[in-house]
T-cell receptor, first 115, second 108 residues
Framework: DGGITQSPKYLFRKEGQNVTLSCEQN?????MYWYRQDPGQGLRLIYY???????QKGDIAEGYSVSREKKESFPLTVTSAQKNPTAFYLC??????????????FGEGSRLTVL | AQRVTQPEKLLSVFKGAPVELKCNYS??????LFWYVQYSRQRLQLLLR??SRESIKGFTADLNKGETSFHLKKPFAQEEDSAMYYC??????????FGAGTRLAVHP
């Protein structure tokens, strides 16, 4: 079944710990994105990657890190430097046709709660 | 500055009533705008894009460059239209910025 898979769906973390959210796609898409969704603020772009081994900061990259070693995978690490990490995180991707057309395909999301 | 503004957090209407979800944008380049929708327990998905000038599920949206708006409209709301709606602006080649979203509640 093609699509984008995010894991875990729910994650709890203690303050001071790093945590990595997984995002895998089997759509053969080149571009991948991480957004953060907070109530009343919509989606804010954290990082995006247009091609393997390359990525760019979005609007709220501080306290986050990513890697893009494989086309299928774009993991997001929420570091202890992120001051307010409790949020819902969405991963998305788009292929060559999508790039430029604005159609992103989203995962189901991961909810991170810092205790 | 690049910005998408959706002034209403919640829009509540009765079935059969007209619906208009507002979206205003700020962008110095040539704008490309989109509406995304998230139904309960479903993934966020593209509803329509201005460049296609299409009607999807009875919804239409017209880009008004003079008013920098891209409002989403439907003449007769249905209960199944209840969802979270996000307006999005493409900036650069493949980067989207989203508004805060409007929750549409259609009551029987």
């Amino acid at each position: 079944d093609g699509g984008i898979t995010q894991s875990p769906k729910y994650l709890f973390r203690k303050e001071g710990q790093n945590v990595t959210l997984s995002c895998e796609q089997n759509l053969n898409h080149d571009a991948m994105y991480w957004y953060r969704q907070d109530p009343g603020q919509g989606l804010r772009l954290i990082y995006y990657s247009q091609i393997v081994n390359d990525f760019q900061k979005g609007d709220i990259a501080e306290g986050y890190s990513v890697s893009r070693e494989k086309k299928e995978s774009f993991p997001l690490t929420v570091t202890s430097a992120q001051k307010n990490p409790t949020a819902f995180y969405l991963c998305a991707s788009t292929g060559q046709r999508g790039v430029g057309t604005g159609e992103l395909f989203f995962g189901e999301g991961s909810r991170l709660t810092v205790l | 500055a690049q910005r998408v503004t959706q002034p209403e957090k919640l829009l509540s209407v009765f079935k059969g009533a007209p619906v208009e979800l507002k979206c205003n944008y700020s962008y110095s380049g040539s704008p490309e705008l989109f509406w995304y929708v998230q139904y309960s327990r479903q993934r966020l998905q593209l509803l329509l894009r201005h460049i296609s000038r299409e009607s999807i599920k009875g919804f239409t949206a017209d880009l008004n460059k003079g008013e920098t708006s891209f409002h989403l409209k439907k003449p007769f709301a249905q209960e199944e239209d209840s969802a979270m709606y996000y307006c999005a602006l493409k900036v650069g080649y493949n980067k989207l910025i989203f508004g805060a979203g409007t929750r549409l509640a259609v009551h029987p």
